[in-house]
């Protein structure tokens, strides 16, 4: 249509705007609804926009995409359950980085196309020909490496998450050099690519970043997995804006841009909760996969600790003035967040005062646990951040963990030998009594054991998240057994 190819500018402005008011939205939990709207129409801007003004398009190809791709992204939003959605958004950062990748390697090629073609023929079909300027290979040099990384560590961070036997962590004196030598390597052909267009270094960098990507990420711990998703997000983002550049749309530009920046100072963000620097995640050996060098094999069956029932924790929680409610992937991986909302409203009809106490890198992405508690329809007012709730602890009767470890474990301030030692926690051994719910003794995701799991405070519950709770609101409203 001429009107939207005249005006394309105005619609890619319109939705560089609704991109920005969507990042907005996303800011909080009240706000995020409208955010995720505005971010729809702006995609769907961008999208009909960009069909209209591409030259020479081959329309079925385009539309058989579209559809196919909507078919298997609405499938999965339907079926995908809440306990799978970090490892769902790690695939579909891989799926932004191999996009990058393909678009790349496509105008390459085109451009290789219409250089064997030669200017004569070209001008005589009435075609216009100008050969890849500087910028553009270095766009491409950079919007291809950047997407190749992404796309294989955002693979392994998927297969990691979702368990899956091919992703195992590596480790060993052999791993930095090997990441050094891949990286060098990649460097060097991209750079022979950028001074002289070869197509053989163009390959070679290509493959190289698709290992480095694997062999970066491998190494890196279960406790730093929030981070890394939060990053690869920020690389998706740079890597399509990189092919924006390439293809020329200003779009594409400002909505990697958009996602690049905000996935980077989120990332700053974990890394402070976390008091670790993002060089010390990546390439610093993981914070996790191993016990903690000061915890002897079999420390954790030596220790005392003081289980008790669904029961005790109901008549406690039911006598007590204000309660805290401290979720981790536990919850999560029993899908307890509606039996936790109906524990909570229980409680609050006998006046007790109940809230919810969130970890910026609690659960398996960020964000993870503020997600299944909108799920679960918790009322904004009660969740609150680390610093928000901290200050609190001492006066609180009765502090709930529901399967969180290394973000409640006192280690990250009392023991210097731990590798959490000065990570922010929340700070859960300090109220008056602490009861948690986990299957088992095990240690956390990190691989550390929790000192306050053996606090003389600490009550352990052991079973399935969910039936635990339903079994602790049925002892309060008295129709348990």
Request: aromatic fraction near 8%; include cysteine.
């Amino acid at each position: 249509m001429e009107f939207i190819r005249e005006y394309a500018d105005w619609f890619y402005l319109i939705g560089a705007v609704l991109f920005i008011l969507t990042l907005r939205g996303l800011s909080g939990p009240k706000t995020a609804i409208a955010g995720n709207r505005y971010g729809m129409i702006a995609m769907a801007i961008a999208v009909v926009t960009t069909f209209f003004v591409a030259e020479n398009p081959v329309v079925w190809m385009i539309l058989a995409a579209m559809a196919a791709g909507a078919v298997v992204g609405i499938a999965r939003a339907r079926t995908v359950p809440m306990t799978q959605m970090p490892e769902t958004v790690a695939l579909m950062h891989s799926l932004v980085g191999l996009a990058a990748v393909l678009i790349a390697v496509a105008a390459i090629i085109h451009n290789n196309k219409l250089v064997e073609l030669g200017p004569d023929l070209l001008a005589a079909n009435g075609v216009t020909f100008h050969e890849m300027s500087k910028v553009h290979l270095f766009e491409l040099f950079v919007g291809c490496f950047v997407g190749a990384i992404t796309f294989t560590a955002s693979v392994f961070a998927y297969g990691k998450l979702a368990a899956k036997k091919w992703a195992k962590t590596i480790s060993g004196s052999w791993v930095k050099p090997v990441q050094a030598l891949i990286f060098i390597a990649m460097l060097a052909a991209g750079i022979h690519f950028f001074l002289t267009g070869s197509m053989t270094s163009f390959w070679a960098m290509t493959g190289l970043a698709l290992a480095f990507g694997w062999v970066w990420i491998a190494p890196v711990g279960g406790g730093d997995m929030p981070v890394v998703v939060s990053l690869l997000n920020s690389f998706s983002g740079w890597a399509a804006a990189g092919i924006g550049f390439t293809l020329e749309n200003n779009m594409l530009i400002v909505a990697g841009s958009l996602v690049g920046s905000s996935g980077a100072i989120l990332s700053y963000i974990m890394c402070k909760a976390m008091n670790r620097s993002i060089i010390n995640v990546l390439f610093g050996g993981a914070m996790g996969g191993a016990a903690a060098p000061t915890v002897a094999a079999g420390a954790q069956v030596q220790r005392n600790y003081r289980s008790g029932s669904a029961d005790d924790a109901g008549f406690l929680m039911s006598n007590a003035d204000s309660v805290v409610i401290v979720p981790g992937y536990g919850m999560a991986q029993g899908r307890a967040q509606n039996a936790v909302k109906e524990l909570a409203n229980l409680l609050k009809e006998q006046g007790v005062t109940v809230r919810f106490a969130i970890h910026p890198v609690a659960g398996r992405m960020p964000g993870h646990m503020n997600v299944l508690l909108a799920e679960a329809d918790v009322p904004y007012e009660d969740i609150l951040e680390m610093d928000e709730i901290n200050s609190d602890f001492p006066a609180t009767d009765v502090v709930l963990v529901i399967g969180a470890n290394d973000v409640v474990n006192p280690a990250a301030k009392d023991d210097p030998n731990s590798p959490i030692y000065g990570m922010p926690i929340l700070e859960a051994h300090k109220a008056r009594t602490i009861m948690v719910i986990k299957r088992s003794m095990a240690t956390g995701y990190a691989g550390l054991d929790n000192d306050l799991f053996y606090n003389d405070k600490t009550m352990m519950i052991f079973g399935d998240a969910k039936k635990v709770v339903e079994d602790m609101t049925k002892a309060i409203n008295g129709t348990g057994h």
